[in-house]
T-cell receptor
Framework: QKEVEQNSGPLSVPEGAIASLNCTYS??????FFWYRQYSGKSPELIMS????GDKEDGRFTAQLNKASQYVSLLIRDSQPSDSATYLC???????????FGSGTRLSIRP | DTAVSQTPKYLVTQMGNDKSIKCEQN?????MYWYKQDSKKFLKIMFS???????INETVPNRFSPKSPDKAHLNLHINSLELGDSAVYFC????????????FGDGTRLSIL
């Protein structure tokens, strides 16, 4: 089992709809969770961080964390073509000494 | 002003050569990192330095040697380059060693012929 797993996609969502991206992790003691957005040929950019169970909202983005299920998700409301990118889930493990990235989900917003 | 800058942006070289990638941050951060992103977009941490001290050294061949002359600079030297070293290498920095938040450089695309 990979330490951080994501569906590679591509996930195709119509413009204006909600895009839902999912991530599972194996280290039950993990405490910090991040979503990065990476446009093709560019560097990763942090868009959300979440540390406790529940939802965290920032503009059109909502991160959801369920530690019991070892699951973190990212919802993007009112999807725009500019949201088309690869979304990387990242987890800091229980040792807090390193960060593990998933392989990313490619999101495509169709007009 | 660029916060985290890497040079060069592209590096094309022959197998067996030695090359270096430079990284500088002007954010005043204490911690800097090197990541490798392979062709499948898998991003993996290689090293981290906190105030010039090596903190993380993942399972990386010892052909890779990081050097931090001061806390604003973290360079990566690679000896005897192999085909499998072809990837995009990202430098990043954060205020402290908690990875939060990280600011990434634009990446160096290394291609081994």
């Amino acid at each position: 089992q990979k330490e951080v797993e994501q569906n590679s996609g591509p996930l195709s969502v119509p413009e204006g709809a909600i895009a839902s991206l999912n991530c599972t992790y194996s280290d039950r003691g993990s405490q910090s969770f991040f979503w990065y957005r990476q446009y093709s040929g560019k560097s990763p950019e942090l868009i959300m961080s979440i540390y406790s169970n529940g939802d965290k909202e920032d503009g059109r983005f909502t991160a959801q964390l369920n530690k019991a299920s070892q699951y973190v998700s990212l919802l993007i409301r009112d999807s725009q073509p500019s949201d088309s990118a690869t979304y990387l889930c990242a987890v800091i493990g229980s040792s807090a000494s390193k960060i593990i990235f998933g392989s990313g989900t490619r999101l495509s917003i169709r007009p | 002003d660029t916060a985290v800058s890497q040079t060069p942006k592209y590096l094309v070289t022959q197998m067996g050569n030695d090359k270096s990638i430079k990284c500088e941050q002007n954010l005043g951060h204490d911690t800097m990192y090197w990541y490798k992103q392979d062709s499948k977009k898998f991003l993996k941490i290689m090293f981290s330095y906190n105030n010039k001290e090596l903190i993380i050294n993942e399972t990386v061949p010892n052909r890779f040697s990081p050097k931090s002359p001061d806390k604003a600079h973290l360079n990566l030297h690679i000896n005897s380059l192999e085909l499998g070293d072809s990837a995009v290498y990202f430098c990043a920095s954060s205020q402290d060693g908690t990875f939060e938040p990280q600011h990434f450089g634009d990446g160096t695309r290394l291609s081994i012929l």
